[in-house]
């Protein structure tokens, strides 16, 4: 494994993983500090997109190609770098917006207001009637996309002769980093992925979470999070920590910021340690790789970037050596 604290570049240990850390920031985004080198400006090549309405009307996917090079290219699926910097590099570019009122049956989750005030739990996408089923909405939604939405759009890249089928990568950042996760553990045909801000320890992450319990004693008992017993087992189902076996040897790039508290970096650090024994398990240490930056909270700048399309570069001109078994 690859672990990196940026910018000492001090190798983590796995006592020290497990260690939680007081965190600082305030939750949610932040603008970039002051100071950061930004990405030289580049012209935007002149993608090839096509729109398609797939599976009903549910899915609309965005589909943009190279014009240079040789089909058939490697795509990533919901970029969180720049469109035009994948382009220029030769690799295709997809979107897609899952029209949740063409679902019939889709039943949004419960409002918090079923709840008096002074009983609601957490803020934001978390917020909850109770503590028991802190998140319920949140990751109902997301296990909806990673389960069903990605692997019909998938499906339809695969129809696509200029799309290389073993070359389909997803990355994500924060709920869509949540989303990436679980989507790897569900759909081997992902041959690589790129996590940012996200964790895959769903239990660690609402309680410690300050859009969720917060570490706050009022919403624990004895100490301890206790949630419904359906809603636990759902999490036992689904949680990447859990489902780490379903991943290598396909690469995985993690990074995240250590004064977040939006995602608590000892949530995203019991991930990278359960990633990184899976990996060594697996044969292929050198697949997964961890960058924490120290100073950083839910927004990492321009160096994020840069190591991101270095990563995506690297592993999609690997092709066909990226699949096989463990």
Known sequence: MGVFVVPSQRRVSAAWVATFVVLLASAGCKPAQPGWPRLA????????????????????????????????????????????????????????????QALKGFAAPKPAESAPPSEQVGVWMLRSAHPGVIGRGYFGVITTEAHDTIPDVVDHLLTHPDVDPVRV???????????????????????????????????????SSSLALDDQERWLVDGEMILDPDYAATLDGIEPVARADHLPPRPILLISGAQDRAIPAACVRATAERFATTYDDAGVPDRFEWVEYVDRGHNLGPEAEQ????????????????????
């Open 41 to 100: 400006p580049q012209p935007t090549p002149p993608g090839r997109w096509t729109e398609t309405v797939i599976e009903n009307g549910w899915i609309t996917v965005n589909l943009g190609l190279p014009h240079h090079g040789p089909p058939p290219y490697p795509v990533v699926l919901n970029p969180i770098v720049p469109d035009h910097a994948l382009l220029a590099r030769g690799i295709g570019v997809v979107r897609w917006k899952t029209n949740w």
């Open 169 to 207: 990568a997803i990355t994500g950042s924060s709920t869509g980093g949540f989303t990436a996760l679980q989507a790897l553990a569900e759909d081997p045909r992902l041959a690589l992925g790129v996590v940012q801000v996200a964790c895959g320890d769903y239990r660690l992450f609402l309680r």
């Open 307 to 326: 190591l991101i399309l270095s990563f995506l570069e690297r592993w999609l001109e690997v092709g066909p050596r990226l699949v096989g078994s463990p």
